[in-house]
């Protein structure tokens, strides 16, 4: 068996060993292929992700752990690292410090984390980018809230 | 056995995540891989620089490491630089550390298992050993830590036939005689590749020749006398000593190994009875 696959389903059964271990990470494989997996994260308590359940989709490369996992956002979210149209991430492990001590468990924490604490300074959405930039704090929450609430929560009535 | 089995299951290899497979430390940070993960984690830093680096950060830790170190026996460990590509990767396997590990005790502990002096006596060399190679081999590849020692073999193997021929007439010279010269011939042949290990490793050969036996029965009789594993051997030991019960000279030649310069042909009656 690959080294890709066989660590895979190590994951798969850890993850389905731990499941309530992160009650803000729900990771799912493709019963059908092991290199798909989608996950739902919890937006952050004290962002304006909160109360948003947000959808990522993993596409696992052959190399993996060798390689990094590529992930994007299925859901729509407005945070100056994610790509608004495509949902592409910009965070530094999942390209250059990629480490194979990564799981993809972890990365989603990384993620949550990153969700937190955006970094203006690589923007991939630029008007996110610009306003945190430019010190307009309440317009970029405000934007990311309504953003969480029209995306990424589950619609009432 | 239990023991390792035990450890992986709580920390497994932070790249497979699988059980550690040949453990290996980073030099600085001492985390551990299974080495073939490391390896290769290695060799895909290496490839996005365009040299060789000098170092690879932990995957766990992130410290800066310069050389991985492998197959701690209790007494010493290799160390491969990262610079250096890892070599070519020989790495020993279990057996290869057992045998290395008699070298780490004194000799002579398992020469009680077979009757040396019966060898030379009954001239029971004179009978092929096909496993000799094979032994050979593993010896020479444990003791020079190296995968290629085909060539030393065949030397070792050239000088042992050519002192077999040399001495197929009989009652030309006493076993001690012929038994020293064995040891010198081995000694020259085998001293430019292993140095200092050489005198141990002669007699090591030359137990091996004695006690007939193939290698998983040698290397399990020989557990047995270093106290490796009390039971599972106990059987082939048993029978080792049946046979050499057999023999009603074993027990006065034991006692005095000077004596009585030439008896083969005595002993003879047992070469034909085998």
Redesign the interface.
Known sequence: MQPSRARLFKEYKEVQKEKAADPDIQLVCDESNIFKWNALIKGPSETPYEGGVFQLAFSVPEQYPLQPPQVRFLTKIFHPNVHFKTGEICLDILKNAWSPAWTLQSVCRAIIALMAHPEADSPLNCDSGNLLRSGDIRGYQAMARMYTRLAAMPKKG | MELSAASQGTN?C?????PIVQESYLDTCFHKFCYN?IV??TK?VASKQSLLPSSV?C??C?RENYSLIRGFDGTSFERLYVNQNFGNGFFLTKAHKCRLQCYHTEPGIANAAFDVSRYWKSRKYLQSNQWLQSWLKREIQALAQDEDIEIIVHHILGVFDCFLRRNEQKHVKTPEIIREEFKALVSDAARPFIAARTNHFVDEMELFLASGLTIEAYDQVYAEYLGWNNSSASNIAAAVERSNENTPVAEGSNESTTIIPDLSIFYEYYIGSD
């Open positions: 497994p932070p790249i497979c995540l699988g993960c290769q984690w895909v950060k995957p766990l992130k």
